[in-house]
């Protein structure tokens, strides 16, 4: 289970981007913003704590966790873009270039979980890789 | 599977507790207010509650911070008549420098008449709350 | 299929073996740890700029209330009086004395001559150098300001608005609800006045601006923006720390575009509602005990070397 470990880091050091500048925008005023404001801070928090352990080689469990960051701030991005995430509302890709960095850093983060798992997979299907 | 389905749905479930844990206080305000909103109602009804008035032209009630209708026609030489429905005072005020409505500050259940001689359209707003905006057409 | 490859381990009934779930929940524990610690680590690289300033005695320290609307009657709050003397209460029990008191509009709630005189007996009761204002559309309903500056606009410049230094800081006091728009305007005359008042300050000048309507678009559908601010603001580019505080909006925003970042404050009156929760910016009505939260007063300091400024914001008690 200890996986290819160039994609571990690269994932986790992606997650660490997204954390940062979730951090980052929380320091910068996204502190006071009802709901948002915490949400922000537990990313930022929960973003760096998979990350170091994902980089020390964490169990499937961690795995799952990072694509959850990923995808909360993912969707949290689009709900407020959209309909408004507890009445917060943002355009397009403001701020900048935070929002940016963070989409693809989120992206990044599944894309490498993804193509990491099915790589796992493969090995454990091929006939001689079973013990 | 269903192990990972089981673990997956347990740190989904840890993952949601936390944020809500990490946001009891400021939630509450976000979440607090559709309970006590009595004008809510009205205000989502108000276009009903245009239909069921068009009696009377030259009619514009100000209820629930709106202009009702929000935009009217009516014919050179009309009176038009405002009335505030509302509990907190309202203004019919043109808008810019210039314009010939400027009421002044209509308590509940007071009136404003304006003649509409020229033809033209009027915009006009409540100083009191400048998003609420309207305007009334004049034709020949 | 991940699952299997702890089959050496003997999974018990429950598919998981002791060891593994040991496992598991000291990643898990580990997790949790490293999440609150960072979560702690963040939130106080944000919080104690505030706090610290609190011990400097050099530091410049004044206070920012708003949107008091005397006069309000509706059940949002039945004793806005009461609550506006409660917040000035709250200023006067400060541990120091502000250097200046600035009250960012709507004062009133109608700009009748009678509430003017109340809000300002009231404000005269503060332990502060000086009291200072701007005007809200709610203190211009009928007469462009006129009876507004009858009462607060000695020394002012134009509409009302003016310009000073405290302790290395330009502060300068915008008028942006005149117009009759629904957006708030500055005008050119005032657009002229911002050029000259900064031309010839140096760059690491802090700027503070205040305003009564947000000078940037917080939600231009209720209003809440000036469609002139980028002009002014542009003369403030160059400038290295530029701070806009504002009220209109009844709740905390805070916002950075560039040099400049933008905290609108709350009210000591009656919560509105979150940007297009509601089909209008109308007062919300809270349940009983649910007020106070929504209301505050706004803490600034500056300390002589710092970059920016930092901004507490406290809820009326």
Not at chain 2, 26 to 31: D, E, N, R, W
Not at chain 2, 83 to 110: A, C, F, I, W, Y
Request: charged fraction near 15%; glycine fraction near 12%; aromatic fraction near 8%.
């Amino acid at each position: 289970m200890t996986g290819n470990l160039p994609m571990r880091l690269g994932t986790a050091a992606c997650l660490a981007v997204s954390g940062y500048v979730h951090a980052e925008l929380y320091v910068h005023g996204y502190r006071v913003i009802p709901f948002v404001g915490p949400a922000f801070l537990v990313q930022a928090g929960g973003s760096f704590a998979i990350a170091v352990l994902l980089a020390l080689g964490g169990p499937v469990l961690l795995r799952l966790a990072a694509a959850g960051l990923a995808l909360g701030a993912l969707g949290g991005f689009a709900v407020s873009r959209t309909v408004g995430l507890f009445g917060f509302t943002e355009h397009g890709l403001q701020p900048a270039p935070e929002a940016l960095v963070s989409l693809l850093a989120e992206a990044a983060v599944l894309v490498l979980l993804g193509v990491s798992h099915l790589l796992a997979r493969r090995r454990r299907e091929t006939p001689g890789a079973v013990a | 599977m269903t192990k990972i389905l089981g673990t997956t749905a347990l740190l989904i479930a840890v993952a949601l507790g936390l944020t809500a844990c990490g946001a009891p206080r400021a939630a509450a305000p976000a979440t607090a207010p559709p309970a006590s909103m009595p004008g809510m109602s009205g205000m989502t009804a108000s276009p009903p509650g245009q239909a069921a008035a068009p009696a009377t032209p030259g009619v514009v009630s100000i209820k629930d911070f709106a202009f009702a209708p929000g935009d009217v026609t009516v014919k050179a030489g009309t009176t038009v008549t405002w009335r505030n429905e509302d509990q907190d005072p309202h203004t019919v005020t043109s808008t810019g420098n210039g314009g010939p409505l400027r009421s002044p500050t209509l308590n509940k259940g007071e009136t404003y008449r304006y003649v509409f001689a020229a033809p033209g359209r009027y915009e006009y707003l409540c100083t009191i709350h400048p998003f609420m905006t309207a305007t009334v057409t004049v034709t020949p | 299929m991940t699952a299997r490859e702890g089959a050496a381990d003997e999974p018990g009934p429950e598919g998981m073996t002791r060891r593994q779930l040991l496992r598991h929940t000291a990643w898990f524990g580990a997790a949790v740890v490293l999440t609150v610690a960072g979560g702690e680590v963040v939130s106080h690289i944000a919080g104690p700029s505030g706090a610290a300033a609190d011990d400097d005695p050099h530091a410049l320290r004044f206070v920012q209330i708003s949107d008091s609307h005397l006069g309000f009657k509706g059940s949002a709050n039945t004793a806005v009086e009461e609550s506006f003397s409660h917040a000035l209460g709250q200023i006067n029990a400060l541990p120091y004395r502000p250097a200046f008191v600035m009250h960012t509009g709507d004062l009133t709630h109608l700009a009748t001559p009678a509430q003017f005189d109340q809000v300002r007996q009231m404000m005269s009761g503060l332990r502060t150098g000086q009291v200072l204002t701007v005007p809200g559309e709610h203190d211009s309903i009928d007469d462009t300001g006129q009876k507004y500056r009858e009462v607060f606009g000695a020394g002012t410049a134009g509409d009302g608005w003016y310009s000073f230094d405290v302790q290395g800081v330009h502060f300068i006091s915008l008028v942006n609800t005149l117009s009759l728009e629904k957006l708030g305007h500055l005008g050119n005359d005032q657009l002229e006045f911002v050029r000259k008042d900064v031309a010839k300050l140096p760059a690491d000048t802090p700027i503070v601006v205040f305003s009564h309507i947000p000078l940037f678009a917080m939600y231009p559908a209720w209003g809440w923006g000036t469609d002139d601010a980028t002009q002014a603001l542009s003369y403030l580019r160059r400038f290295s720390s530029v701070t806009c505080l504002n009220g209109h909006v009844h709740q905390l925003f805070t916002k950075t575009e560039g040099n400049v970042t933008f905290h609108s404050a709350t009210t000591t009156a009656y919560p509105l509602p979150q940007p297009g929760t509601r089909p209008a910016p109308t007062p919300v009505t809270l349940p009983a005990g649910k007020l106070g939260e929504a209301r505050g007063i706004r803490e600034v300091a500056y300390r002589p070397g710092n970059p920016g400024l930092a901004v507490k914001d406290v809820r009326l008690a």
